[in-house]
């Protein structure tokens, strides 16, 4: 059986114009008669590098990576929009590619005509639209717009009549670019509906997403593409499960990145610019930024007398190792690191955590859970263990802070450490208990093939 | 190149959809509709006669009744024009589709000229009318001529029409020069004076314009009596004409697939 989609070492160079030749015109091209040379790039950025990959008939790739990967390219050079700069691309049979969904399609003219023509593009013959109007019009679900002109369509409208023409091209092959973003919850569901009546006919699809969820339950093979190369191929739950690991890593570096500025501008005596010098208080002479009237409102930053100093913070995975991306329900260490020049007896740690939104989470310090402090002197330690991280996924930051028992600053961390919870489960709130459904009578579910959380 | 050629008449059905298309969206939501390509080359006709009649007769001596003989020169010179000032535009304008949909490029300025051939057509029944009005001295032979002229004009117009649009996408500029060049080259065609009133010294010239010799033509077959003595010169710019077509699709082939990326 001879494969659907071949694509042999391809690689795809787009070449980028200097600014000058933006400018040029076609008189001073011809004066230097450098319109040969102008029409050579200046700077080329390699979309696609040594690329090679095989679809059998029938069968579904999802394409993976992150933004910038090349996937779009990719399926640009399939369905034959673009060459390649080198190598070569193969397809068998009739192609369809919902890439921009009603592409052509002519604002001032009825849907109805539209139709016609975005059909016959797609290269449909006259006679075969005309079979499957009633069908493609019923798909969009509409009826009693068809014969309004298409500029005065909702952008919804537009993208489900693009669709449902796409769609009825009938393809042996079958390219789809992100598309599924269109309509509501009820087209999304067609849309698949419509894809897997696809697979069942021994279709091929390559499907370009980043709905790794929809990879997982639909396709039979991934493709993760990264920075133009192929990162992996092969089963689509292992090839997602390398990808989120990868993606995990990389918003770790950039959380860490993110936490050394902040920590680093904290500790550089920044006073908060809106409260004037005089405001301080005068038996607080060494505060860095004076201490906000209103705790629950204050932005982020570093305030305290010093007079204990946490020197460092740091955010443990249930390896012992730093890390920023937690999956709900891992294990979380907060160490913090002290320093009290003099020794000092009236001291509280506290330590808050926030979600995106401000909304603290949770809060507390050791007064409240009745330990009162006895002594701090020279370097200390404390950490604060979460057994289990049971919060729903979102980005969170961390207040952490030493005061005295009347609420007087020591030095306080407010928001300036962040970390990331990740999680299969997309359930809302904030909160995660630990929970479990079970169910009795005649009452039962199937378990989806999707991913287990 | 000549492979890509040989696909042509499978687009047959796009092209037609797609002039079709261009024909009702160019009037939809006018009042008058499609009486705009009457109303607009007559109008052009009030003016230029008036001008000519009144203001400045000595130029057009000879040229008598001037309403059917500027007629002749100026709807194929309208159908010249727009087809290539719309087709500097097409490929960029077509954008969407030609990044998002594999579609043949070379059908959007074939659109174009076709779908302002057929203005063209709309606006004959107006110059039937002034020839019978004035009682033009037609024969058969003469008129058996003109669709061989409207054909020389079409191939002429692809051709200049594929190397324009091509060339605009990587010079934008095209479109600002192309305008002043063709009020130049208006009126570097015998089309509001007659060819004979030109100077000696501008008939050297005029002859090396080929619109010039498409308008002669028209004005031979509908306008002067006499038998049609231009017909060598046509023949020779059907000739070039469809050199010319062969060179324009040859450049906009070479170009093709830098369309995807520069539009």
Known sequence: ?453 | MLRNLAQLPRYRGLIQSLVARELKARYRGSVLGFFWSFINPLMLLLIYTFVFKYVMPAAVKGADPYPLFMFCGILPWTWFASSLMESSGVLISGGNLIKKVLFPAEVLPIVTVTANMIHFFLALPILVVFLIWFRAPLTIPELLCFPLVVAVQFVFTLGCALILSALTVHFRDIRDILSNVLTLWFFATPIIYPYMNAPDVAKRFLNWNPFAHLVISYQEILFFPGPFGHWKWLVALGIGSVGLFLFGYFIFDRLRDSFAEEV
């Not at chain 1, 000058?20 to 700077?43: G, I, W």
């Not at chain 1, 913070?313 to 390896?319: E, I, N, S, T, Y």
Request: aromatic share 8%; with cysteine.
């Open chain 1, 1 to 453: 059986m001879t494969p659907a989609i071949e694509v042999s070492r391809v690689s795809k160079i787009y070449r980028r114009y200097s600014h000058r030749k933006q400018f040029a015109t076609l008189k001073s091209a011809l004066l230097s008669r450098s319109l040969v040379r102008n029409l050579r790039p200046d700077e080329t950025f390699t979309a696609l590098n040594d690329v090679t990959l095989t679809v059998p008939a029938g069968r579904t790739l999802g394409v993976i990576g992150r933004n910038g990967s090349g996937k779009s390219t990719l399926l640009k050079l399939v369905a034959g929009i673009t060459k390649p700069t080198t190598g070569t691309v193969k397809v068998n049979g009739r192609v369809s590619a919902l890439i921009e969904l009603g592409a052509g399609f002519h604002p001032e003219i009825s849907g109805r005509e539209n139709v016609f023509i975005n059909g016959i593009m797609l290269g449909l013959s006259k006679r075969e639209i005309t079979r499957r109007f009633d069908e493609i019009v019923e798909f969009a679900e509409m009826k009693e717009f068809i014969d309004a002109p298409v500029k005065t369509y909702s952008s919804g409208m537009y993208m489900r009549l693009g669709f449902a023409v796409a769609i009825h091209v009938d393809p042996d092959v079958l390219l789809v670019d992100e598309v599924l973003a269109v309509g509501d919850e009820g087209f999304t569901h067609k849309c698949l509906d419509k894809f897997a009546e696809f697979k069942r006919r021994g279709k091929t699809i390559l499907l370009v997403t980043h709905s790794l969820n929809l990879v997982q339950r639909f396709c039979d093979e991934a493709l993760w593409l990264d920075a133009g190369r192929v990162r992996g191929s092969g089963d689509p739950q292992r090839i997602v499960g390398a990808y989120i690991t990868d993606v995990e890593a990389s918003e770790e570096q950039h959380l860490a990145a993110a936490d050394a500025r902040a920590q680093e501008s904290a500790a550089g005596s920044i006073v908060s610019p809106a409260e004037p010098a005089s405001t301080r208080l005068p038996d607080n002479p060494v505060a860095t930024t004076p201490a906000p009237t209103d705790m629950f409102r204050a932005a982020e930053g570093r305030w305290g007398s010093r007079e204990v100093e946490i020197t460092e913070v740091q955010l443990l995975g249930a390896d012992g190792q730093p890390a920023h991306v937690f999956r709900s329900g891992d294990r979380l260490d907060v160490r913090i690191r002290l320093r009290a020049p003099l020794p000092v007896v009236d001291f509280v740690m506290g330590i808050g955590i926030f979600n995106a939104e401000g909304v603290c989470c949770y809060g507390t310090n050791t007064s409240l859970e009745d330990l009162t402090g006895e002594s701090l002197s020279g370097d200390a330690e404390a950490v604060f263990s979460i057994e289990a991280l049971d919060l729903v996924e979102g980005t969170y930051k961390l207040d952490v802070g030493v005061h005295k028992a009347d609420g007087y600053p020591y030095d306080y961390h407010r928001l300036l450490y962040t970390f990331r919870v990740k999680s299969q489960t997309k359930d809302v709130g904030i909160y995660r208990p630990r929970h479990a459904w079970t169910f009795g009578g005649g009452i039962s579910f199937r378990k989806a093939a999707g991913p287990q959380p």
